[in-house]
T-cell receptor
Framework: NAGVTQTPKFRVLKTGQSMTLLCAQD?????MYWYRQDPGMGLRLIHY???????AKGEVPDGYNVSRLKKQNFLLGLESAAPSQTSVYFC???????????????FGQGTRLTVV | GESVGLHLPTLSVQEGDNSIINCAYS??????FIWYKQESGKGPQFIID?????DKRQGQRVTVLLNKTVKHLSLQIAATQPGDSAVYFC?????????????FGGGTRVLVKP
């Protein structure tokens, strides 16, 4: 059981380049989240999704876009990377059941992105 | 928007002592809370959770206390071990009708001294 898998694990981008981070989960989870974590800081929510085909903005959505075309995948896109987007990005997923809507979120191992 | 704490204090603890990590949350609608542990270079890992209809929950060496009156969470680690050195985050989740955004606090770094 792979859980939550993020690709790539590391990436260096030049300012203005674009890229997509992929998050895949094999737990049939409904909810998926993208966070960024800056050095010595907590996790800030970028975007999230409560189901296939739905997305919503988090605390720091500017400069990012997401898509949830398939239930198991949640993509995070940077259209024009900026040095301020240098960070570690974490994806998480959690399960929504009719009788127990709130459950723990499982995290991927992170993607370390550097924008130069 | 509302948030859960936004700083990263450090708690130094002697091996074998008990640790208490505190967290203030701001969304009074949140009804589910989770403590996560993050070791260096890894993603956060679930430690323990608590629902808003409880004020205490115990796990293996860990206890979470919830005080809804003052919107405060704490994590107690008994007999702290070197392997407990990590950053600990609390997270809150409001009900589905309120958006279901899992929001994290800034975290507390725990350093266990031998």
């Amino acid at each position: 059981n792979a859980g939550v898998t993020q690709t790539p694990k590391f990436r260096v981008l030049k300012t203005g380049q674009s890229m997509t981070l992929l998050c895949a989960q094999d737990m049939n989870h409904e909810y998926m989240y993208w966070y960024r974590q800056d050095p010595g800081m907590g996790l800030r929510l970028i975007h999230y999704s409560v189901g296939e085909g739905t997305t919503a903005k988090g605390e720091v959505p500017d400069g990012y876009n997401v898509s949830r075309l398939k239930k198991q995948n949640f993509l995070l896109g940077l259209e024009s990377a900026a040095p301020s987007q240098t960070s570690v990005y974490f994806c998480a997923s959690s399960f929504d059941s009719a009788g127990n809507p709130n459950t723990e979120a499982f995290f991927g191992q992170g993607t370390r992105l550097t924008v130069v | 928007g509302e948030s859960v704490g936004l700083h990263l204090p450090t708690l130094s603890v002697q091996e074998g002592d008990n640790s208490i990590i505190n967290c203030a949350y701001s969304n009074s609608a949140s009804d589910y809370f989770i403590w996560y542990k993050q070791e260096s270079g890894k993603g956060p890992q679930f430690i323990i959770d608590i629902r808003s209809n409880m004020d205490k929950r115990q796990g293996q060496r860990v206890t979470v206390l919830l005080n809804k009156t003052v919107k405060h969470l704490s994590l107690q680690i008994a007999a702290t071990q070197p392997g407990d050195s990590a950053v600990y985050f609390c997270a809150e989740l409001p009900p589905k009708a309120a958006g279901n955004k899992l929001t994290f606090g800034g975290g507390t770094r725990v350093l266990v001294k031998p």
